[in-house]
């Protein structure tokens, strides 16, 4: 396969594609890179010339999409005629969970996968590397093969040439709000390939900002399993500290106290502990669901159930949190005001996928709660999405409770007898507890279940605080 990389094409601009794009232009500007995807409203966003709307908020990326797009990064539906002309192609479609069929609830649907592999089979011209970015079941390299070869086994004119395919995994470790600092200083690179040429093709393009050692490289199925280890070992860490976290509460532990004293211990670290109302994101739970499918598909029934635990107990704790709020306030939510502080599943990202807002705001819908509904970053309509109920201030079956979006903290408040802070905000560190506190019904709480706010002052105006853990 060929070393020197000139032209690549990304299928999918999507969390990873777009930003994991854009950083490669900024370090190469010797090569050209397209990205193409199915879904014509992404790429006009990512075109449009007001880089406030591009498709995905992440600090730093507008400023290198400025900078490169339209000299080497593009964005472009024409799927066909860039896969035609790369020499190296990154699948960096969606892997949800299956929803129905085989292995629905569990296994990865790679309906998405198969089909780039058809399309890069079908319009991909001689000898190109095919990488695996999106995150993939073991042995998926196996299948990406099968189907890329299939273009061969046809029977077609002898004339046409026969195609050389190889295929590398290349698994994204990158987390969103701090994406781009992440892919500019990776902790590790990891590739695994069975081919040496395309495995140092690959490398040589990560060597213009990352140093040698920095890089990896293992066999295919070790590099595909280790990322999905990688994001168990991560979630695990989170509900580990979320179990504690209600240790906490029932005997006068402080939860912020326990994870600094744990942390300090070398071999644990202080990162990935801060308890919280559990994890979301697209990936961690759909990555130990497929850990788990493959556990059963192997027949490894222990292993299985130990990591359905960390799933468990992040379920756990949303709906933990829900039925405190619920007590808190008197056992009936019904026709109250309650302000929801962040949607999104994590600070510096307008990504709500798993937020673990969705369910408790549901819940809380369900009990009969006016939420009012804000955050810095995530749009009404997408609210409306995850929420899957129309915004509806006249609703007037008081059973059912209604949200509203707001744009501010003060608006959130106006008699409100509760405030949930459910994303880590800079702007929820600092709120001013003397205006908000005239602003909410009495008796008032504040819920915190980031651990971020200043809640002695808020207890300082009169405010009745609960925080996570404590
Ligand atoms: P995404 O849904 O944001 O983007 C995927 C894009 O692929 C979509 O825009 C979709 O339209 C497009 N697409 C699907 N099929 C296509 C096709 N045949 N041709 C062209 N375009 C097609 O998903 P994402 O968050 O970017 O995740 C992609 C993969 O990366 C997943 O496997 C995920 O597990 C993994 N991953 C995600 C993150 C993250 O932070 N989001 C981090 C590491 C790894
Ligand atoms: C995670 C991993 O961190 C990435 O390495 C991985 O590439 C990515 O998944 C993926 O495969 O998609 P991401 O989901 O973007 O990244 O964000 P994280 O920072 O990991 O946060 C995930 C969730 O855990 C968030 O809801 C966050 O609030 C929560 N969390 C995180 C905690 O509750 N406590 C912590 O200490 C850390």
């Known amino acids: 396969m060929k070393s020197e990389i000139k032209k690549i094409c990304c299928i999918g601009a999507g969390y990873v594609g777009g930003p994991t794009m854009a950083v490669f232009a900024y370090n190469c500007p010797h090569i050209q890179i397209n990205v193409v995807d199915i879904n014509e409203d992404r790429i006009k966003s990512w075109n449009n010339p007001d880089l406030s709307l591009l498709p995905i908020y992440e600090p730093g990326l507008a400023a290198i999409i400025k900078k490169c797009r339209g000299k080497n990064l593009h964005f472009s539906t024409d799927i066909k005629k860039h896969i035609q002309n790369s020499d190296m192609i990154f699948i960096s479609v969606n892997t949800p969970t299956k929803t129905k069929g085989i292995g629905k609830g569990k296994a990865l649907d790679l309906k998405w996968i198969e089909k780039s592999a058809r399309q890069i089979s079908n319009y991909a011209k001689n000898n ?73 093709a690959l490398k040589g393009i990560y060597l213009n900002w990352i140093k040698n050692e920095k890089i990896l490289t293992t066999n295919l199925w070790s590099s595909e399993l280790s990322k999905l280890t990688a994001n168990a070992f991560l979630a695990q860490r989170i509900s580990s500290i979320n179990s504690i976290s209600a240790l906490c509460e029932a005997t006068g532990a402080d939860i912020k106290e326990v994870a600094l004293a744990v942390g300090m211990d070398s071999r644990i670290g202080n990162n990935f502990i801060s308890a919280g109302p559990g994890f979301g994101g697209s990936c961690f739970k759909k990555d130990i669901l497929n850990l788990i499918y493959l556990c059963d598909y192997y027949g490894l029934d222990k292993v299985s159930k130990y990591w359905q635990q960390v799933i468990e107990i992040n379920n756990w704790q949303r709906e933990r949190i829900t039925n405190i709020v619920v007590n808190k306030l008197f056992g009936t939510i019904s026709d109250k005001k309650i302000a929801i502080l962040g949607f999104a599943f994590k600070a510096n990202t307008n990504d709500t996928r798993e937020s673990p807002a969705i369910l408790i705001c549901k819940d809380l819908i369900e009990e009969g709660g006016n939420l009012r509904i804000y955050d810095p970053k995530v749009n009404s309509k997408q609210i409306e999405k995850d929420l899957s109920c129309i915004q509806n201030q006249n609703n007037l079956d008081k059973e059912i409770g209604n949200w509203k979006f707001v744009n501010s903290i003060e608006k959130a408040s106006e008699d409100a007898d509760g405030i949930i802070i459910l994303t880590e905000w800079d702007e929820f560190k600092n709120i001013n507890w003397s205006k908000i506190s005239q602003k909410m019904r009495k008796p008032s709480w504040l819920f915190d279940t980031r651990l971020v706010s200043n809640t002695n002052e808020a207890k300082l105006f009169g405010i009745d605080v609960w925080s996570l853990g404590n």
Do not use: M
């Open 128 to 200: 190109t590397i095919v990488v695996e970015k999106s995150t993939l079941p073991v042995r998926t390299a196996d299948t990406i093969k099968k189907i890329l070869e299939s273009v061969n086994t046809k029977e077609q004119n002898p004339k046409i040439k026969r195609k050389n395919f190889t295929v590398l995994s290349n698994p994204e470790f990158l987390a969103e709000g701090s994406a781009v600092d992440n892919l500019q200083n990776p902790d590790r690179v990891l590739i695994g390939g069975d081919d040496d040429s395309s495995i140092e």
